[in-house]
């Protein structure tokens, strides 16, 4: 590939179609996706509903500006917002710039407020973006380095710890807002526990803090609610979604509620592409299709169901450490730096991904199937026992 830039050492292998959680590569190798895409194929592949709507949108308007109205935006907004219980939506292209729309809201609210350096709490291990801001927000070396000088107004806290966050709210007055992911993805599975979120929650009613949720990887159902925030019974000001929105076209979305509402005045922010009718369309037909298949209801029933395989075939194999997961995101978390498990998964016909050394992580589409799960834990089960007889070798 001499004129891509090398972002990314792609394993060799080339899928030419799919069908559901199946697909099938250039020398018909069957592989089931596990992973799907990281996260965005919420209906598997090929679902018939939502390529018909494909055609019909690509053959109706692709593309018009947001200088004019554009209804299937109108809709989405009023859909997610129904879903998520927030109020409004700005639609981008991307998971990184729905975050990045989310800290500029922050930072517009912090500066109404005479806020010198406004700035946001972030956590360790947190995942948002590569673009400037959000690569600042994330607590991840490997995707700041060398990219500095890096975006300021961020300070961070352990995952997980309210203690942390109580000594800055007594000792700064410059917070605006707090930004978490409450399964940290990217970072290797880490689930918030509902008291923290609910702690947060307080910490943030308690400093007039906006809370910011990352749903960009949790969301769209992928945890059995809608929202993984949900789960703790509580609301965000500002919620991002992306990856699984549109099952795979490009889309982003910053959700406010309240406060939130009313700090973009026109001029202020925008997108070329986000909102435009084709993805909006195509989002609205991926909720629709949610919404009638029960997927949510699924990935909670389906999840309970893989993690307790997982626990009970693996939780005790030589090479696992633990398992963990909520709804249809889940961890398998090696003794031992696992990155080769991927290569022999593939081997088997299993798609897997390992996003932290000993982390082997696990986003199956939402119409997954105990059939599939079963598939899903043989597979991953040679792939351990095969990696455990290269490590004793
Ligand atoms: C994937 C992801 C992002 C970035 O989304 P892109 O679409 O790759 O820009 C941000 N936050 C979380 C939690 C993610 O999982």
């Known amino acids: 590939m001499p004129h891509l830039l090398q972002t990314y050492d792609p394993l060799h292998v080339t899928f030419t179609e799919g069908e559901g959680l199946w697909l099938t590569d250039d020398k018909q190798q069957r592989y089931l996706d596990a992973i799907s895409g990281i996260g965005v194929t919420l209906l598997g592949h090929n679902h018939p509903e939502w390529v018909e709507q494909a055609k019909i949108q690509a053959g109706k308007l692709v593309h018009v500006s947001n200088m004019y109205q554009i209804p299937e935006k ?11 219980h927030m109020d409004k939506v700005f639609f981008a292209n991307s998971g990184s710039e729905a975050n990045e729309t989310a800290i500029k809201l922050a930072r517009l609210y912090g500066n109404r407020q005479h806020i010198t350096n406004p700035t946001i709490i972030v956590f360790e291990n947190a995942f948002h973006g590569r673009t400037l801001a959000t690569l600042s927000a994330s607590g991840h070396r490997q995707v700041q380095a060398g990219f500095e000088p890096l975006s300021s107004g961020f300070i961070r806290v352990p995952f997980g710890d309210i203690n942390a966050l109580k000594q800055i709210a007594q000792s700064r ?9 409450p399964i940290q993805g990217a970072g290797g599975i880490h689930i918030a526990s509902n008291s923290f979120l609910q702690e947060v929650r307080h910490l ?14 949790t969301g769209v159902g992928r945890t059995g609610k809608f929202l993984c925030v949900e789960h703790a019974g509580i609301q965000a000001d500002v919620v991002t979604l992306a990856k699984g929105l549109a099952n795979g076209i490009a889309i982003g979305a910053c959700l406010t509620k309240g406060i939130a509402n009313e700090l973009f005045t026109p001029d202020k922010h925008g997108s070329t592409l986000g909102g435009n009718p084709f993805a909006c369309a195509m989002a609205l037909k991926t909720l629709e299709i949610i919404e009638k298949e029960n997927l949510m209801q699924n990935a909670a029933l389906q999840g309970d169901l893989l993690l307790k395989s997982l626990n009970e075939r693996l939780g005790h194999h030589p090479q696992v450490k633990s398992v963990r997961g909520k709804g249809l995101m889940l961890a398998v978390e090696c003794k031992q730096p696992c990155k080769p498990v991927v290569k022999i998964a593939l081997k088997h016909g299993l798609l897997i991904n390992v996003p932290q050394p000993h982390i082997i992580r ?3 589409p939402l119409v997954i199937q105990p059939k599939e799960i079963e598939q899903i834990v043989n597979k991953l089960e040679i792939s351990l026992d095969e990696f455990a007889k290269l490590q004793s070798n």
């Open 74 to 84: 109108s809709q989405l907004a009023q859909k997610l917002c129904q879903l998520a």
């Open 204 to 217: 943030c009613n308690d400093h007039h803090w906006l809370l910011i949720s990352d749903e960009i990887q």
């Open 362 to 364: 696990l986003l199956p």
């Open 173 to 181: 007055h410059d917070v605006v807002a707090l930004m978490i992911e």
